[in-house]
């Protein structure tokens, strides 16, 4: 079974820039489709960014294209995500997960908290 621990949420001021890291703790990680969910306490989950197996197709919500980048390093088993110009809507739970499409994913992390205050 693919477990996937997050890293990397904190607290930062609004225009500020956070990377939240994600290590899976399988070699499979290299032949998953891998995203960023986030979910704000009683709100519906969102997803926020996808990356292909390879690496060579990316997905992104609208509320992020632009700011974030989801990147992977397979030999690490472990996906990225940079977040910039973050503003006050981007606080929420952070999710990693591992999937075999961008709409299917089965695995997740267990979440990390970012909050953007000034």
């Known amino acids: 079974q693919v477990q996937l621990v997050e890293s990397g949420g904190g607290l930062v001021q609004p225009g500020g820039s956070l990377r939240l890291s994600c290590v899976a703790s399988e070699r499979t990680f290299g032949n998953a489709v891998m995203g960023w969910f986030r979910q704000a306490p009683g709100k519906e989950g969102e997803f926020v960014a996808g990356i292909s197996r390879i690496g060579g197709t990316t997905h992104y919500a609208d509320s992020v294209k632009g700011r974030f980048i989801i990147s992977k390093d397979n030999a690490k088993n472990t996906v990225y995500l940079q977040m910039n110009s973050l503003k006050l809507e981007d606080t929420n739970v952070y999710y990693c997960?591992?999937?075999?499409?961008?709409?299917?994913?089965?695995?997740w992390g267990q979440g990390t908290q970012v909050t953007v205050s000034s």
């Open positions: 997960a591992a999937g075999t499409s961008f709409s299917t994913f089965g695995y």
